[in-house]
């Protein structure tokens, strides 16, 4: 008679899942640092194939990965609040919490990298690049986050145990999270080995939330949401540039200079010490006698006002008008590309100029404001017809805005 092997110990069960779980999602981890590669848009074969079948039905469009990734999201949502009660509740419960952490590895996880990859097979389709690396990233970081919440599921268990289980199996798992460089992100392990106790098991979960919660809001904007916050916060970033320059312009007021005059001569040497700094590390504010430098300042404000109106016509009259996902092209997702990335260029020189004119380097801030100019110009062009590449009235106002940023200062 053949003899049954003894049921296995619920905890040490746990132990060796979650030890899979966590092999698992380094893995993932490892795949999602990784530099996408690009996947051919046609398949020779099969348009061969396709080709010579002409009386075969059309296949159905593929599911939106969007929707996909919204569910995941949710789903894994809850199981991240359920592994957290059963965590805090006594008695501890391993059948319990070993259902969660299985359906965290074998469903949603898992389907989280299943719309990495399909976003990423889309290359030149309708998921432009900005939308892909946007939840790449979103997703990397709900992995992360989950990993560390199944690494206090495995600690707690080899608690209840009375020590680790599987030594070996989890040194590789342990390997696999160093390689990737996100143990001591996930503030779990020390540089000993060790475990750390950074975050208490709600703060993690709280964490693991807003994690989810990134990828239900990507999920949710889709291509028009997500170019559209990005070009308000780029819009913002210059705003603020422009408060900021305009603060520091107005350093140099009558009444500043009547109180230096009142100083006694103590102040003034102190003034003399700051003066050296300034050379060093830039004035603070513009002096009232540096009236070029204002003069100069005065125009660059001006300039950058347009731009920050060139932002908000931008994604009024294009980025919020995006067709839907489904009737999106390769070509519009393109030009989708190009003008975000032409976008998210223009905030850097911004700062850029003003870092010069804290430095009274006008000379070096003018050339900023010109290639800010030739920028400004390339991305207007490149917005100037609408997505079905016809002209309207937003055509007209780009080219009117060229010609007032070109005239600006210019007086007359």
């Known amino acids: 008679m053949a003899s049954s092997k003894p049921p ?82 006594k008695p501890f419960s391993a059948l319990a919490l070993a259902g969660v952490v299985r359906e965290v590895g074998e469903q949603c996880v898992p389907a989280l990298m299943v719309v990495v990859e399909t976003l990423d097979s889309d290359e030149g389709g309708a998921y432009a690049r900005v939308l892909r690396d946007e939840v790449r990233i979103r997703v990397a970081a709900c992995v992360r986050e989950v990993s560390g919440l199944i690494w206090r599921v495995k600690r707690a268990a080899e608690g209840e145990h009375g020590g680790a289980r599987g030594a070996e199996s989890v040194a590789e798992a342990l390997d696999l999270l160093r390689v990737e460089g996100r143990v001591r992100e996930l503030g779990v392990v020390d540089e000993r080995g060790g475990v750390l106790e950074s975050r208490d098991t709600l703060a993690s979960t709280g964490v693991g939330w807003e994690a989810c919660d990134a990828l239900i809001e990507v999920a949710g904007m889709g291509l028009s949401g997500l170019v559209v916050k990005k070009a308000e916060e780029w819009r913002d970033m210059i705003k603020d540039a422009v408060e900021e320059l305009k603060d520091w312009g107005e350093g140099g007021s009558e009444e500043d200079e009547d109180e230096d005059e009142d100083e006694d001569e103590d102040e003034g040497e102190e003034d003399g010490d700051r003066d050296s700094l300034q050379d060093i590390f830039g004035a603070d504010k513009l002096s009232k006698g540096n009236e070029e430098l204002r003069a100069q300042l005065d125009v660059t404000l001006e300039k950058l006002k347009l731009i920050v109106t060139l932002y908000q016509a931008i994604v009024k009259r294009r980025l919020k008008k995006l067709p839907a996902l489904a009737d999106i092209d390769g070509k519009v997702s393109l030009r989708v590309d190009e003008l975000v990335a032409k976008l998210s260029r223009l905030p850097d020189k911004v ?38 590449e016809q002209t309207d009235e937003f055509s007209e106002w780009s080219s009117k805005w060229l010609n007032v940023f070109d005239m600006t200062g210019k007086g007359g």
């Open 8 to 89: 296995l110990d619920p905890l040490v069960a746990l132990i060796d899942l979650t030890t899979t779980v966590l092999t698992l999602t380094a893995q993932f981890s490892q795949t999602l640092a990784s530099p996408t590669t690009s996947t051919p848009v046609s398949n020779p074969a099969a348009s061969a194939t396709a080709s010579s079948s002409p009386s075969r039905p059309a296949a159905p469009p593929p599911p939106n990965p969007l929707n996909l990734l919204h569910d995941s999201a949710t789903l894994l949502k809850a199981h991240t609040t359920r592994l957290s009660l059963l965590l805090l509740n």
């Open 351 to 388: 700062d850029e100029m003003a870092i010069s004119f804290y430095e009274l380097d006008g000379e070096h801030a003018q050339k900023i404001l010109n290639a800010l100019g030739e920028e400004a110009q390339v991305a207007i062009e490149c917005a100037s017809r609408d997505w079905h």
